[in-house]
């Protein structure tokens, strides 16, 4: 049996060859009454794209330097818009983001929720009018809090961790669950047998549970390991807490801490204690920004803002907009760095 081509879609329906393909691939400027009718036509006759087609049509247009095509818009819904940029996870996505775009032919349009003047309504008439057909979603600035109530059929989209709990789009972030077992069996190899955690629970309902539930399996799985009690505060406030992280090392006393707050090294100096002669530090969120070479575990924050856009790029292309159905996750592995402090 041959392939159904657009050509036998379009005599069928009636309509030109150029309609058909704006409507297989989700465009605007089709009605959505025609794109819903050809789109089940093309169902109901067994088309099925040709693949090597479409690379070499990808191949002729990058040839023939075309314009660039939509552009993505990252969505920066934070009260401090600077604030999610100072996060360092954070603005590695949208750096590794803004990259990748360039290479396939976007630019990232940052639209501020929170500027002046600004409404959620008003970024759905600057997206339209700057023909963006893509979303990136950063993570909460207030986890399990915050929606967005967009008109979401008209993009595709995709989310970075697990914080936005009102869009059930598709998601990616790091393998944090694994990222905490790398960090402790690393220590585990140097030694280390009365492992502390210290954390706050907001960057916990960021993971969706991934930290504490990583370090709590690989605890209990290794009965070597002295159990301790572990340092989780409820507010960022609380982890920027000396007093109240210098009381719990005293208590417990750690041969090794694992942290995302940087600033514990300095605390810890800053009292008479040296690392990592008396106590190692491993840092499951590098890089840090005080100069201090830690030991620990990258996330390749960049290489997920990257390939974010490789997959929008990609839903973007086979016209899947929407929330889905059956939201899929990316997970990208972190990669141990060797450091000083472990």
Known sequence: MSRVTLKDIAKKAGVTHATVSMALRNKDQISEKTRERIQKLAKKMGYVPDPMLGRLNAYRTKSIGSAPRAAIGWINFWRNPEALNQNGVFHAYYKGACEMAQVLGYHVDSLLLHEKGMTLSRIESIMH?????????????????TSLDLKWERYSVIKFGYSMVG??????????????????????????????????????????????????????????????????????KDAFNKPL???????????????QLHDVGDWLQQDGIRIPEDVAIISYALPAANGIDYSGVQQNSHIIGQEAVVWLDRLIRHGQRGIPKQPLELLVEGSWVEGKTG
């Open 129 to 145: 009018s700057r023909n963006i057909s893509g979303i990136l979603i950063p993570p909460a600035e207030r986890p399990n809090e």
């Open 167 to 236: 869009v059930n789009s598709h998601l990616i972030t790091n393998t944090q669950f694994e990222t905490i077992r790398l960090a402790i069996r690393k220590a585990v190899e140097r030694g280390f047998k009365k492992i502390g955690f210290h954390m706050a629970m907001i960057g916990e309902a960021r993971t969706g549970d991934n930290f504490l539930g990583g370090y709590l399996r690989e605890l209990y799985s290794r009965p070597e390991l002295k159990k301790i009690e572990p340092l989780i505060v409820e507010t960022s």
């Open 245 to 259: 992280f210098m009381d719990w090392f005293q208590k417990v006393k750690p041969d090794c801490i694992l942290t």
